[in-house]
């Protein structure tokens, strides 16, 4: 069976925006895969191409050399398999959670009460049932997000990308929403391509977990299986001898290449 999502030899050079400037390689040499129904999350230092590489599975860019395979199919354009949950939620704020939740489904020409019906039954599956006629406004992070996790999950595609979804929320409501993600992907087993800087989250959550290296040129420099048993709750799970044993295995991977990426920073606002 092929993979839900195939990278081979991806590479991805960005043109200079103005003279004087070099072009810049974001990643290159990366070959990878996503098996159906496997949580692979991705780690590694700030500016390694991490969302360069979400991007290319979503069809958002085009890759400068290589190939992203979509169950076994060249990705031409948008990736119509997947679905795709940003860094900041892309809720409409003249919508309402409902409104924001079925629009999915009404642009792809499915009835207004049907989407409506499903959207209710999405809003219940996320703990949100009684708060569909609220705003954007009128919701705290943890509920935009997860109004913003059923707007993705409605839509019921066959991969997940998500980039770094729930970075920008407090520890305990990062961790309610962490157990609500597995939980829903438990349930249909999607394939889920996971961006985060958080090795924490990324163990607690994963299947796998790839390291890239700091960029220029970006690429994976570590694999690991995390074979901590399911169902996991990710706040007990963290104080498990195996899950210490792998976060210890990664970081060191991970570190010099975190270090590397602080280096460069540094640099450049020299």
């Not at 996503?34 to 191409?49: D, K, L, M, Q, R």
């Not at 900041?88 to 009835?111: I, Q």
């Not at 407090?170 to 962490?178: A, G």
């Not at 694999?223 to 169902?231: A, Q, S, T």
Request: proline content about 5%.
């Amino acid at each position: 069976m092929a993979p839900a999502l195939e990278f081979e030899g991806i590479g991805c050079t960005f043109s200079p925006r103005r003279a004087g400037q070099s072009a810049y390689t974001a990643v290159a040499g990366v070959d990878a895969t996503i098996a159906e129904g496997e949580f692979v999350s991705v780690v590694g230092p700030t500016g390694c191409g991490k969302s360069t590489l979400l991007n290319m599975a979503a069809g958002l860019l085009v890759p400068s050399t290589g190939s992203v395979r979509v169950f076994g199919q060249p990705l031409v354009g948008i990736n119509a398999r997947a679905g795709y949950m940003f860094q900041s939620d892309a809720l409409m704020p003249w919508r309402s959670a409902l409104d924001n939740v079925a629009a999915g489904l009404e642009f792809r020409g499915t009835d207004r009460l049907e989407a409506r019906r499903q959207a209710e039954e999405w809003l219940r599956r996320v703990g949100l049932g009684g708060f569909g006629a609220r705003y954007p406004h009128e919701m705290s992070g943890g509920m935009r997000k997860r109004t913003a996790l059923a707007q993705t999950l409605i839509l019921d595609p066959d991969i997940v990308l998500m980039d770094e979804p729930f970075s920008a929320l407090d520890i305990q409501t990062r961790q309610l929403m962490e157990n609500e993600l597995l939980a829903l992907w438990s349930a249909r087993r999607k394939a889920v391509l996971f961006i985060t800087h958080d090795l924490d989250e990324a163990i607690a959550l994963s299947d796998r977990v790839l390291v890239l290296s700091a960029g220029p040129a970006s690429r994976p420099i570590g694999e690991f299986v995390i074979d901590l048993p399911r169902p996991r709750d990710v706040a007990e799970i963290r104080g498990e001898p195996r899950f210490i044993d792998l976060h210890k295995r990664i970081w060191t991977v991970l570190r010099d290449q975190v270090l590397e990426g602080y280096r460069q920073q540094l640099h450049a606002g020299a």
